[in-house]
């Protein structure tokens, strides 16, 4: 099943989709749309998961682009498909038919896009990516590439709520030492810390001075939702988890 952005799906040359887990070929705990390339689920499941995923959104699944991801602030702008799999948390191109892939299970998938200057991004913020900045240092490559904060249009997909983001002190600790401000994004219930991620991620884009910023408020830990969660599987005992794929493409 694919979400879209209400305010990205206004342009007819732009394809985008977050996915949750429905509708692949996946067994088991990675049932059924596991888009993992680096889970253990059967490679081939994932290769037809990933087709499946293509012909949805209507491309050629030849043309993905799926990093390495390593909860890094590294980026890279692509121009051509690698054979390899670059070890970034970013992707900026302004090349058509590059599908910007983002996985994730818990984690806040971030498409944007310059409809002006027809460069699209996207980026995988967990909170250490978050934490790093990187939407920061993409909006900042943009801005060199051409790109002026007010064209810019921002979707972060569904990542786990902070109802269901229990977090440690030094946790809190740390976002308290970069800012004071940060202490609006934790609450406190019955003596447990939660922390808000995608408000996190939406005020930092908004003090940048970007102001078309859509936030996809499903969340990835509530079983109802049907997305994958690291979080949910660690809580099963299970050993691994399956993978949820955002993607965005200019065509």
């Known amino acids: 099943q694919m979400i879209r952005s209400s305010k990205l799906i206004k342009y007819k040359n732009l394809k985008h989709g977050f996915f949750n887990k429905i509708g692949g070929v996946s067994k088991g705990i990675y049932r059924s749309l596991n888009c993992g390339i680096g889970s253990l689920d059967n490679k081939k499941n994932v290769l037809k998961n990933l087709n499946i995923v293509s012909k949805k959104i209507g ?9 390495k991801q390593k909860h890094s602030d590294k980026f890279y702008i692509a121009r051509k498909i690698n054979k390899k799999r670059i070890s970034a948390d970013g992707v ?3 090349n058509k038919n590059l599908a910007l892939c983002i996985l994730t299970a818990d984690c806040a998938p971030l498409l944007i896009y310059d409809p002006k200057k027809k460069i699209i991004a996207a980026a995988h913020l967990g909170w250490k990516g978050a934490y790093k900045k990187i939407a920061i240092k993409i909006f900042n490559k943009l801005l060199t590439l051409g790109s002026k904060k007010e064209n810019l249009i921002v979707a972060i997909g569904p990542c786990i709520s902070n109802k269901n983001y229990e977090v440690q002190k030094d946790f809190k600790r740390k976002f308290y030492n970069q800012s004071k401000e940060n202490s609006a994004f ?4 019955k003596n447990k810390i939660y922390f808000s991620l995608n408000e996190y991620i ?4 908004s003090n940048y001075g970007i102001k078309n910023i859509d936030i996809i408020r499903k969340d990835t830990f509530n079983k109802k939702n049907k997305f994958f969660s690291a979080r949910r599987s660690l809580k099963l005992k299970e050993n691994d988890y399956g993978r949820n794929i955002s993607i965005i493409m200019i065509k």
């Open 186 to 189: 934790f609450k406190l219930k």
């Open 202 to 205: 939406f005020n930092q884009i």
């Open 59 to 67: 491309f050629k699944n030849k043309n993905l682009i799926i990093l």
């Open 92 to 94: 900026i191109t302004r």
